[in-house]
């Protein structure tokens, strides 16, 4: 069986990640852009990583410009992102999330919980809720904000 552990990405500042690292932890990944009308989620985002951290919550940020509104280099997006958001959950290298090129985690996502697309990610901040043991428990609309993720996090947390 497929789970997070199984990939790797490349982190926002270089280097690749074994997301095994992240095994044992709930993990919401959200694919992002930081000149997206939704942006503004980077602060709920914040927010919940801030908050339930230590409980065993990761935000795993990875940049997307699939639909054309994410910066060209990874210093623009690592300022955008710290400077008007204060981001410092885990960002990664810009990925594609739709198409033959298509981060390998993100084919797997849409796999695991297919959307209103089927298996496409219809746009900015899809978010994926991975439980404990690494396997896809939820997927969550572009427009639903982190704050209404809180409740379905904390259950996972607390299984």
């Not at 908050?51 to 935000?59: H, T």
């Not at 795993?60 to 959950?89: M, R, W």
């Not at 849409?110 to 959307?115: A, L, V």
């Amino acid at each position: 069986m497929t789970t997070l552990s199984d990939f790797q990405a490349e982190a926002l500042t270089g280097g690749e990640v074994d997301l095994a690292e992240y095994s044992g932890k709930v993990v919401l990944v959200v694919n992002t852009a930081s000149q997206c009308g939704l942006a503004p989620q980077f602060e709920g985002l914040e927010q919940l990583h801030q908050e339930l951290a230590d409980k065993g919550l990761v935000v795993l940020g990875f940049p997307s410009d699939t639909f054309n509104q994410e910066h060209d280099s990874a210093d623009e997006i690592a300022e955008a992102c710290q400077k008007n958001y204060g981001v410092s959950f885990p960002m990664f290298a810009k990925v594609a999330v739709n198409g033959s090129e298509a981060h390998p985690l993100f084919k797997w996502l849409k796999d695991e919980k297919k959307g209103m697309l089927g298996g496409a990610i219809k746009w900015n901040f899809t978010k994926f809720l991975i439980g404990r043991d690494g396997t896809v428990l939820e997927r969550f609309a572009p427009t639903t904000t982190p704050d209404q993720l809180r409740d379905d996090i904390e259950r996972a947390l607390a299984a």
